[in-house]
């Protein structure tokens, strides 16, 4: 229980007020804010999470297998967290930044959807569902990330 309240809510949570903080700065027609809100209310604290959970609670992904594929799944969530950080400390962080690392992401959630087909033999569709919500909001914000930086221009 408490793993799932750390793994699956608090994640949840914070990245539904990301969404709404972001899109309300969207429709002010503030995107470099809006993005930058997204990546510190919700995009970090999610790659943190989900790289704590993986490296440090394993079991989550494949019950029962070699912790190899877990540990590899928290260490891209680590680097892909630690890229962001970076663009966050950025006095001046260019669009071109987040783009990059939300298309990183976004291809990694894909392959990690396309791996938990593959080789998880106890597939459920609330899993399946949750990884392809999580590829569309990666999806709008690599579409923002980029109309952000057609902007910068």
Known sequence: MINNIFSIFIPSIL????????VS????????????SFALIGFLPWTLISAFRHMFLPGHIIQKQNPFFE????????AVAIATIFTLINPN????????IFIIYLFYL???????????KNTKLFNI???ISIILVMI?????SYKSTLTNL
């Not at 700065?25 to 930058?36: C, P, S, T, V």
């Not at 540990?71 to 680590?78: H, N, Q, V």
């Open 71 to 78: 540990f590899e799944a928290g260490g891209a969530s680590l």
């Open 110 to 120: 894909i392959f990690a959807l396309l791996a938990w087909l593959l080789f998880n």
């Open 140 to 144: 709008y914000y690599v579409f923002m």
């Open 129 to 131: 569902l949750r990884f």
């Open 93 to 100: 962080p260019n669009p071109n930044q987040f783009l990059i």
């Open 15 to 22: 990245i539904f007020i990301a969404i709404w903080r972001s």
């Open 25 to 36: 700065l969207f429709n002010e027609n503030k995107l470099k804010e809006g993005i930058y």
